[in-house]
């Protein structure tokens, strides 16, 4: 490797070559991935790996992706990791001599045959990302051997015009065209259909759920003889006002504000009975007085989303993907085995990080790792005999953040599933009860990450706005279960009887904060508080049966 210093203190990698043959030099793919590729990646928003020891990375796949004289590469990594597994990333990439295109967001600094240039991510090059979307909407998948671009049916683009990369970057990459389409990159790859695509691909084929973004097309890499790896989705650009959690964390900072300023009793608001189903015109008077309706009215509105998707993925009868199924033994194993060794993972995650908590926190550690007896015991208390509804396929993440609100109507993405499960485990099918979990696990967090970040300007000390968030967030529930249920009722799909949703949501509820527990005590700690207090008034509910 070169000695050539670069300004920034990194180094111009020198190799004999061009940059269509540069794939094939040896050296350039072994400094690559010892040399060059670690620093980067870690940087990078997609890569989900920070917490882990990077012990070696792989190239196990590249391929060309070129139009006339435009010639870029796609490569797929192995990251390999000291605690004994694999993650694989996507990376497009192309080599740029005219910096100003890409200012300082490069991988390397290279010199290619005495040209001296940049290694950067494709995606930054308006040219890469015309050239893929021109191929979509060419639509032949047999034309670029083992890369297949896809052209969906309901796609009515009639060309390029304009591209951008979205602002904000998460776990993939997401370029919206014409300002009419989005174009998803999946950056974490499997070697399996995404279920992001998939799930995107059947709502729309069918188009029997219309509050989601339209599946547009999508391209896909022949990995080998019998597996492809989903490199990318596209999808119509739904216009929305931000996503529910933006909308709701909103919505509940003025309803505090309100609460505090009429400063009622608190011991005169009531909650609704545990998993009680409230109709809309039954919420008491003296939570409407702070709490407008219209915010009721919202969450029976994703409430019937919601309803309205599960019963779309719950009525197909001939694609086995996607065909309802009843709960037996084989699926209680898995779900046992899953939870079990993830709440012990929780259990070692509390003890070991217990010293960053204080206060509340640490109290509600205490409770938990002084309950994880009945905790286990009620993970490994499902019986599938006594249940008597059908699993689906869900949508397996849903909290508000995976909600789109344009005039107080709801658009439901990322279809991809729970970020710490493999791709298996993703297309699982649940009980659609999980992804109601979810969402009310999510309300929660609105509720008490409002508390949180604004506690010094309501008036009320701690305990009493605690005891405001668990009426409000009752009557969230309420009013959900009320519009949920009759919604799926009436189409009958089969979610079960009263004692059977209470029983699957009880038990999910658990289960999602459990879940959330280990992102916290991981990412931030401080907030570790939000799922500890959900476990435990879980555990505490005394009406339950």
């Not at 989601?212 to 990318?232: A, E, H």
């Not at 993440?397 to 789109?404: F, M, S, T, V």
Request: hydrophobic share 35%.
């Amino acid at each position: 490797m070169s000695n050539d210093s670069y300004g920034d203190g990194q180094f111009e990698v020198h190799y004999d070559t061009d940059w269509k043959n540069l794939l094939e030099e040896e050296r350039f793919r072994r400094e690559l991935c010892e040399n060059i590729l670690e620093s980067y990646i870690l940087n990078q928003r997609w890569y989900g790996g920070k917490a882990s020891a990077l012990k070696y990375i792989e190239i196990i796949d590249d391929f060309p992706i070129e139009r006339e004289n435009d010639l870029f590469y796609g490569i797929v990594l192995e990251v390999n990791y000291k605690e004994a597994f694999v993650q694989n990333y996507f990376l497009p990439i192309a080599f740029v001599t005219d910096g100003s295109l890409i200012g300082d967001k490069y991988i390397t600094p290279i010199k290619l045959n005495g040209v001296s240039g940049f290694l950067v991510d494709a995606l930054l090059l308006e040219s890469f990302r015309k050239q893929i979307f021109e191929k979509i909407l060419e639509g032949d998948k047999f034309k670029y051997k083992e890369v297949a671009y896809r052209r969906g049916r309901t796609n009515d683009a009639k060309g390029y015009e304009s591209s951008r990369l979205m602002g904000v970057e998460q776990s993939n990459t997401s370029i919206i065209y014409n300002e009419k389409y989005i174009l998803k990159i999946f950056r974490r790859v499997y070697v399996d259909e995404n279920p992001d695509y998939e799930i995107s691909k059947y709502l729309t084929m069918k188009g029997i759920f219309t509050n989601t973004p339209k599946y547009l097309g999508s391209i896909t890499l022949r990995f080998s003889n019998k597996n492809v790896i989903t490199l990318g989705l596209l999808q119509a650009l739904v216009p929305n006002q931000g996503d529910a959690w933006e909308y709701f964390t909103h919505e509940l900072k003025g309803i505090f504000d309100e609460i505090s300023k009429q400063h009622p009793d608190v011991h005169t608001l009531k909650s609704t009975r545990y998993l009680e189903q409230l109709e809309l015109s039954k919420i008491p008077d003296n939570i409407l007085t702070w709490c407008p309706k219209l915010f009721f009215e919202d969450v029976a509105q994703i409430a019937m989303r919601t309803a309205q998707m599960h019963i779309a993925l719950g009525s197909e009868r001939s694609n086995t993907a996607f065909t309802p199924q009843a709960f037996g033994n084989d699926y209680t194993v898995w779900l046992k085995n899953r939870l079990i060794y993830q709440f012990e993972n929780r259990i070692n995650l509390v003890e070991n990080n217990i010293y960053k908590l204080d206060g509340l926190a640490l109290e509600l550690a205490e409770e938990l790792l002084r309950n994880k007896k009945i905790i286990r015991k009620q993970l490994l208390d499902f019986d599938e005999d006594k249940l008597k509804s059908e699993r689906l396929r869900i949508h397996g993440d849903y909290h508000l953040g995976q909600i789109l609100v344009q005039d107080h109507d709801f658009y439901i993405i990322d279809f991809e599933g729970e970020p710490e499960s493999t791709i298996r485990d993703r297309k699982v099918k649940q009980p659609p009860i999980k992804d109601i979990a979810g969402i009310f696990r999510s309300f929660n967090y609105a509720i008490y990450a409002t508390i949180f970040n604004n506690e010094s300007e309501f008036n009320y000390c701690q305990e009493e706005l605690f005891k405001i968030a668990e009426v409000l967030y009752s009557h969230i529930v309420g009013v959900f279960l009320h519009t949920y249920i009759n919604e799926v009722q009436v189409a009958n799909l089969n979610i079960g009887y009263i004692k059977e949703i209470e029983f699957l949501l009880q038990y999910c509820l658990l289960e999602k904060a459990v879940y959330e527990l280990g992102y916290e005590l991981n990412a931030r700690p401080t907030w570790a508080i939000i799922p500890l207090k959900g476990i435990s008034n879980i555990l505490n509910q005394q009406n339950y049966e």
